[in-house]
């Protein structure tokens, strides 16, 4: 095998079953990687994030976020900081460096996770029923 085929076949092994795993259970991943997209003001390929993410054991294969400042910096390269606020405590309006990832509890206890301008669910029963718990908030600290 050669060096490039090593590298698609690293690149491109079980991304089914991870694609399909990120389709059920990687909102929180994908608002991530959409807040790194809007700060670098650059898009990032999906399988290239999902790949590194794992081989640095910051997401588990079922896309459990295991650092998610960690995720931000991988795919960034600057230094994040986070933060918890409830709702009433989110303060508008947010600064340029700050960005924002919505948590949602469903009825069923479920747990979603989106951007306050997208979902990456349509219709999501969860924010449709639920109720948002709190608010994740990322500051870029090379901005500060």
Known sequence: M??????IKARFE??????????????????LVSIAEEST???IDLLDAIVKAKQADLIKN??????????????TGKKWRRTIVTPSELKEPIAENVY????????TG???FRRRYVDTVKN?????????ACYYTFTDLSAE
């Open 41 to 43: 003001q650059s898009k």
């Open 100 to 107: 924002t990832v919505e948590k949602w509890v469903g009825t």
């Open 2 to 7: 050669t060096e490039r085929q090593k590298n």
């Open 62 to 75: 079922d896309f459990f976020v295991n650092d998610s400042a960690g995720v931000l910096s991988l795919l």
């Open 124 to 132: 999501s029963q969860t924010v449709k029923n639920g109720k948002l």
């Open 14 to 31: 079980g991304m089914q079953n991870a694609l399909t795993e990120c389709g059920l259970n990687g909102c929180f991943f994908l608002a």
């Open 110 to 112: 479920y747990t979603h």
